[in-house]
């Protein structure tokens, strides 16, 4: 056996499907395709019309190097900058960011259970799900080609998992390993309501977005071009 064959076994990966009920995609990670009805993203596009207006602009954040990312982003709860959250958008324009609303919270405690529920709450998912309380979410907005690279989410001091939402076009989400940031990883499409969670033994896993896939996103969404992701974290922070 290869090390890629003990780090993730292809036994794992189930067939590609868009029937609704979790898959599992690495110890941890579930894809849950089509989770969010139609009212609920076309509510989701409609929050996010609001995020962008303010204080904080949606914005493509510059890493270190000077390279600027093609993916915009709003913050809810505070405010990631690489590589850090910060209460002030000390990156942008100073000023406060959003407070992370109720209602996400508790949508992040139900993506939870329904990620983990196959288990029937025996390894502590119905525990895990209720304790969830998500205080960070980057809503990220794919258009004109944008993707985003390989790297783990790690500027949270918690190993909670990260719930992401999908809504509008579709994407390929590549999921990988927590080693390296190359091969073995799983590419997924990820579709409009889609839910991914990735906690556990795959919380550190490399991941990204090598492509969005343009004219995808479907009539009911409300999006009409591009993609929005919502990832929640627990930021360890106080
Ligand atoms: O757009 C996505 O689905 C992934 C976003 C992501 O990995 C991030 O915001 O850290
Ligand atoms: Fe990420």
Known sequence: MSDDDALFPLELVQPETHDAGPRLIAPGAVHVAGWLTGEQQRWIVARFAEWTQGPVPLRA??????HQM?????????????YKYTREATDVNGRPV???????????RKAVAAAYASDGGENGSTALASAYTPDAALVNFYNDGAAMGMHQDKDERSDAP???????????FRFGNT?????????????????FVFGGPSRFAYHGIPKVLPGTAPADCGLTHGRINITMRVTGLS
Not at 61 to 66: H, I, K
Not at 70 to 82: A, E, F, I, K, N
Not at 98 to 108: A, H, N, S, T
Not at 162 to 172: A, F, K, P, R
Request: aromatic share 8%; glycine share 10%.
């Open 61 to 66: 954040a510059t890493l270190p190097g000077g």
């Open 98 to 108: 959003l407070d992370f609303p109720e209602w996400m919270v508790r949508l992040g």
């Open 162 to 172: 990260v719930v992401s939402l999908s809504i509008g076009e579709s994407c390929v």
């Open 179 to 195: 080693k390296t940031r190359t091969k073995p990883y799983t590419d997924v499409e990820l579709r409009s309501g889609d839910l």
């Open 70 to 82: 093609s993916v915009r982003t709003v913050c809810l709860g505070w405010h990631w900058q690489p």
